[in-house]
């Protein structure tokens, strides 16, 4: 008997779909709409629609998700939040997958080139914030303490675009940050930080935000030159190409734009 080697993406992501929660922590743990998961396999016309969206959109999107039920009888949402690099080399080797909507158009640029999508839309914008404990006990504030080698700070890897922002704000202040911790989603750094685990770390405005006062956001001006654009798409291969569509409007509606612009992001 032969056996062949599946594809990582076949491996892991059916384990990473069926551990889903209802907003998902947003450290590459995927997650699903609060629907029931029967509801997609009753009879009659029941449908699902598999979005993958990067971890800063966990709670944005989970809340257009039930929208979208609502509007859709008998559709369920299924949702894989998580780095938008991760989730684009998903999308290129195979994964089975409706929509992608990415943290930067260089993880987009991925799935695009692989002919996995076509005409992306930009929808929001998102800054990045210093968050830190609510008692911030380092005493940061502003950019530059980050460069204290005792204040201890996290940061997304480099290859994810909250990781790629913050090489862009550092540079552009001529600063040097070893970060103690490098994260693979934006999620995973700002729990560092709501653990007590690092001094600072450099986030999205709206994972601060969404932290709901467990942590406290500091502008600082460096940011607005490391801006990160949102693409969204419909991908070539959707199974359930006309309810991708459909979500992808219910995103650029003016529904979806007051969700998304409540939570922080900004209109491209």
Aim: hydrophobic share 45%; charged share 20%; with cysteine.
């Amino acid at each position: 008997m032969v056996f062949r080697r599946l594809p990582r993406w076949a491996i892991a992501l059916p384990v990473a779909l069926a551990l889903a929660g209802p907003s998902g922590c947003g450290s590459g743990q995927p997650a699903t709409s609060t629907a029931s998961a029967s509801r997609a396999s009753a009879g009659g016309g029941a449908k699902e629609v598999t979005v993958f969206a990067a971890a800063s959109l966990t709670g944005t999107f989970t809340e257009l998700g039930k929208a979208f039920e609502a509007a859709h009888p008998g559709t369920t949402v299924r949702f894989n939040f998580g780095s938008s690099a991760t989730l684009a080399q998903q999308v290129v080797q195979g994964a089975p997958a409706d929509v992608f909507a990415a943290a930067s158009p260089a993880t987009m640029k991925t799935v695009t080139d692989a002919s996995s999508a076509s005409a992306p839309t930009t929808f929001v914008r998102n800054k990045l914030e210093i968050a830190v404990p609510k008692d911030n006990p380092a005493k940061v504030d502003e950019l530059k303490d980050l460069a204290d080698s005792r204040v201890k700070v996290a940061l997304c890897a480099e290859q994810v675009p909250c990781g790629a922002a913050a090489v862009k704000a550092l540079d552009a202040a001529g600063l040097k940050v070893k970060p103690v911790t490098l994260e693979q989603d934006v999620k995973a750094t700002l729990t560092k930080v709501e653990l007590g685990e690092v001094d600072a770390a450099l986030v999205y405005k709206t994972d601060v935000i969404a932290s709901a006062g467990k942590v406290r956001g500091l502008e600082f001006p460096e940011a607005d030159k490391a801006i990160n654009d949102y693409p969204i798409a419909t991908l070539a291969e959707a199974p359930a190409g006309d309810l991708a569509e459909q979500f992808v409007d219910l995103v650029l509606s003016q529904q979806g734009k007051d969700v998304l612009t409540k939570a922080g992001f900004e209109a491209p």
